[in-house]
């Protein structure tokens, strides 16, 4: 059975920074683009960055580029997301996700695996 378990969430202060990881099982990773969203309270869930399977081509949210990097190390069969200049409206709930599929309709959008999340919260 498939399964993308992340970690590195916490609390941290405005202007710090975190790097989340998620770990697949369960699937080929090699063949699966896999991506990060996030669902702050009240607010829909969003895609913050994607990647694909090989890891040369990446996607970012327009709202938070330059402040995030996606990578992937496939001989761990797990996907980073490196936040800097960390600020309270990035509070949210933080998942990872992975398909087969490098496309904004499918991993950007609804990706075929999803993990369980990890909190983020940013104090000010």
């Known amino acids: 059975q498939v399964q993308l378990v992340e970690s590195g969430g916490g609390l941290v202060q405005a202007g710090g920074s975190l790097r989340l990881s998620c770990a697949a099982s369960g699937l080929t990773f090699t063949e699966y683009a896999t991506g990060w969203f996030r669902q702050a309270p009240g607010k829909e869930r969003e895609s913050i960055a994607y990647?694909?399977?090989?890891?040369?081509?990446?996607y970012y949210l327009d709202s938070v580029k330059g402040r995030i990097t996606i990578s992937r190390d496939n001989a761990k069969n797990t996907v980073y997301l490196q936040i800097n200049s960390l600020k309270p409206e990035d509070t949210a709930l933080y998942y990872c996700?992975?398909?087969?599929?490098?496309?904004?309709?499918?991993?950007?959008?609804?990706?075929?695996?999803w993990g369980q999340g990890t909190q983020v919260t940013v104090s000010s």
């Open positions: 990647i694909s399977a090989s890891g040369r081509s990446t």
């Open positions: 996700a992975a398909d087969l599929s490098f496309s904004r309709q499918r991993i950007g959008s609804s990706p075929q695996y």
